[in-house]
């Protein structure tokens, strides 16, 4: 692998200023009978603002350091650090984003001629870590930081390995990465990037490197969401138009603009590679919730699709790629009539949300229940969930369906496929588990 297969990290550095101020003491004394008095003077009194000062591998100012990762073979996994230190006099909250992935072909040698994935017709393009035309992805990234200084990561932020290739390495980029790591005075942290080579990887990455900038940001203040996916990410390529004139939180939304096509946006499970939860269930679910804003409110608008992976056990839901497809409408949702038109409206699967949602199985087998008969995700929650409550006649035409033991495959914010008379914003998506962890999303320009 050629010394393109680098990762080149750069930080910021943020200084206070300082201002002095000096107090004299006042003596104050009138006519002659005055009574016993002292004074004493406190001078050169002076308040400085505190700092701070980031470095990388010892560098400051506008120096760089690399991590390089080399002679990567298949089946393989090797890893890069980077010491992270708070020279500062205050302590700061530690976060950084990922710039584009370059693929560098770096030559088609002859074992790659002709390989699965291998195009072979750029010489600037190659096929470490990108996805290949079968729909497998050959790089896997996993980042975080190592607290007890064992080389290994203990604190997760990013992991693409295990993921749908269409969103592996290339959907972690152009996101900012709030894990708010505390970094004392005077402390410091090693941030490790950890890549792993799968033994199917094949003759088409030969040689090819991958490069990527990670920039570190040391704030004193917490950034307030889990991430902030800019519209500089593959994510917003979804038909998307991220801008800057409304939001909800931080300094933009996504506008579902006027082309006639779908927009989509894929927030956890295996379609996800810029989270760090764990697998989880329906029934792990506390709540999921986004806010809209929107013109009027019609069934094409923005709503809420849970996938759950395939079981391949034969049943009337197992649908190719997914098992089940529980969708929500915003226009199903109770007290959906009270939307208010031109405002941000939030919708969530909890009755604390302001518009709550209810669910049906989106396929053939289950018929749509009217909005009023729809459960919500707490009625397909621990236990078997019947769709023949959901209907008036007296027959039993439907076996009871096991929603809440499935493993969740993905989440997703969808529009209609082919709806133009769209006017919405999505902004200020939240997915609370069970075990109490909490990952939201900041949607910006």
Same mark, same amino acid.
């Given at each position: 692998?050629?010394?393109?297969?680098?990762?080149?990290?750069?930080?910021?550095?943020?200084?206070?200023?300082?201002?002095?101020?000096?107090?004299?003491?006042?003596?104050?004394?009138?006519?002659?009978?005055?009574?016993?008095?002292?004074?004493?003077?406190?001078?050169?009194?002076?308040?400085?603002?505190?700092?701070?000062?980031?470095?990388?591998?010892?560098?400051?100012?506008?120096?760089?350091?690399?991590?390089?990762?080399?002679?990567?073979?298949?089946?393989?996994?090797?890893?890069?650090?980077?010491?992270?230190?708070?020279?500062?006099?205050?302590?700061?909250?530690?976060? =950084?984003?990922?710039?584009? #992935?370059?693929? %560098?072909?770096?030559?088609?040698?002859?074992?790659?001629?002709?390989?699965?994935?291998?195009?072979?017709?750029?010489?600037?393009?190659?096929?470490?870590?990108?996805?290949?035309?079968?729909?497998?992805?050959?790089?896997?990234?996993?980042?975080?930081?190592?607290?007890?200084?064992?080389?290994?990561?203990?604190?997760?932020?990013?992991?693409?390995?295990?993921?749908?290739?269409?969103?592996?390495?290339?959907?972690?980029?152009?996101?900012?990465?709030?894990?708010?790591?505390?970094?004392?005075?005077?402390?410091?942290?090693?941030?490790?990037?950890?890549?792993?080579?799968?033994?199917?990887?094949?003759?088409?990455?030969?040689?090819?490197?991958?490069?990527?900038?990670?920039?570190?940001?040391?704030?004193?203040?917490?950034?307030?969401?889990?991430?902030?996916?800019?519209?500089?990410?593959?994510?917003?390529?979804?038909?998307?138009?991220?801008?800057?004139?409304?939001?909800?939180?931080?300094?933009?939304?996504?506008?579902?603009?006027?082309?006639?096509?779908?927009?989509?946006?894929?927030?956890?499970?295996? =379609?996800?590679?810029?989270?760090?939860?764990?697998?989880?269930?329906?029934?792990?679910?506390?709540?999921?919730?986004?806010? #809209?804003?929107?013109?009027?409110? %019609?069934?094409?608008?923005?709503?809420?699709?849970?996938?759950?992976?395939?079981?391949?056990?034969?049943?009337?839901?197992?649908?190719?790629?997914?098992?089940?497809?529980?969708?929500?409408?915003?226009?199903?949702?109770? /007290?959906?009539?009270?939307?208010?038109?031109?405002?941000?409206?939030? =919708?969530?699967?909890?009755?604390?949300?302001?518009?709550?949602?209810?669910?049906?199985?989106?396929?053939?087998?289950?018929?749509?229940?009217?909005?009023?008969?729809?459960?919500?995700?707490?009625?397909?929650?621990?236990? /078997?969930?019947?769709?023949?409550?959901?209907?008036?006649?007296?027959?039993?035409?439907?076996?009871?369906?096991?929603?809440?033991?499935?493993?969740?495959?993905?989440?997703?914010?969808?529009?209609?496929?082919?709806?133009?008379?769209?006017?919405?914003?999505?902004?200020?998506?939240?997915?609370?588990?069970?075990?109490?962890?909490?990952?939201?999303?900041?949607?910006?320009?």
């Amino acid at each position: 692998m050629s010394d393109d297969d680098t990762y080149d990290l750069s930080r910021r550095k943020i200084l206070g200023g300082i201002m002095t101020v000096g107090a004299a003491g006042a003596t104050a004394g009138a006519g002659t009978m005055a009574l016993f008095s002292d004074t004493e003077q406190s001078t050169g009194n002076t308040i400085q603002a505190g700092t701070l000062d980031l470095t990388a591998d010892g560098n400051n100012g506008e120096a760089t350091t690399t991590v390089s990762i080399e002679s990567m073979a298949p089946g393989e996994t090797k890893s890069g650090t980077t010491t992270l230190n708070n020279r500062g006099s205050l302590g700061g909250f530690l976060n =950084f984003d990922i710039g584009p #992935v370059t693929n %560098n072909e770096n030559t088609v040698w002859e074992p790659e001629q002709g390989a699965p994935g291998e195009d072979g017709t750029d010489s600037t393009t190659g096929e470490l870590a990108r996805t290949h035309t079968d729909g497998s992805n050959a790089l896997d990234v996993t980042a975080g930081f190592d607290t007890t200084g064992d080389g290994n990561i203990d604190k997760v932020v990013l992991d693409s390995a295990g993921k749908d290739p269409r969103n592996n390495i290339q959907g972690t980029t152009g996101i900012e990465y709030n894990p708010n790591r505390s970094l004392n005075s005077d402390s410091s942290v090693d941030f490790v990037v950890e890549c792993s080579l799968p033994r199917e990887a094949g003759n088409a990455v030969q040689s090819d490197g991958a490069t990527f900038d990670l920039t570190f940001e040391l704030l004193q203040q917490a950034a307030g969401s889990s991430v902030a996916i800019t519209g500089n990410s593959p994510l917003s390529n979804y038909n998307w138009n991220p801008i800057s004139s409304e939001a909800h939180i931080g300094d933009g939304s996504w506008y579902t603009g006027t082309a006639t096509a779908k927009r989509n946006i894929y927030f956890a499970g295996e =379609f996800s590679s810029f989270h760090d939860l764990p697998d989880f269930t329906v029934d792990d679910i506390q709540d999921i919730s986004y806010w #809209v804003k929107s013109s009027a409110l %019609n069934s094409a608008n923005i709503y809420l699709t849970i996938y759950t992976k395939p079981e391949n056990d034969g049943g009337d839901a197992d649908a190719g790629w997914y098992d089940s497809r529980l969708q929500a409408l915003p226009t199903d949702a109770t /007290d959906s009539s009270s939307f208010q038109d031109g405002q941000w409206n939030e =919708f969530g699967t909890s009755s604390s949300a302001q518009h709550q949602l209810t669910f049906y199985d989106h396929v053939s087998a289950f018929p749509k229940p009217s909005p009023g008969n729809q459960p919500t995700l707490s009625g397909l929650q621990n236990d /078997d969930f019947d769709w023949d409550s959901t209907d008036s006649d007296d027959t039993d035409d439907y076996a009871p369906q096991s929603y809440h033991d499935e493993e969740v495959l993905a989440l997703s914010l969808q529009t209609g496929s082919t709806n133009s008379d769209i006017d919405a914003y999505l902004d200020d998506i939240t997915l609370e588990l069970t075990n109490a962890e909490t990952f939201s999303i900041d949607l910006e320009p």
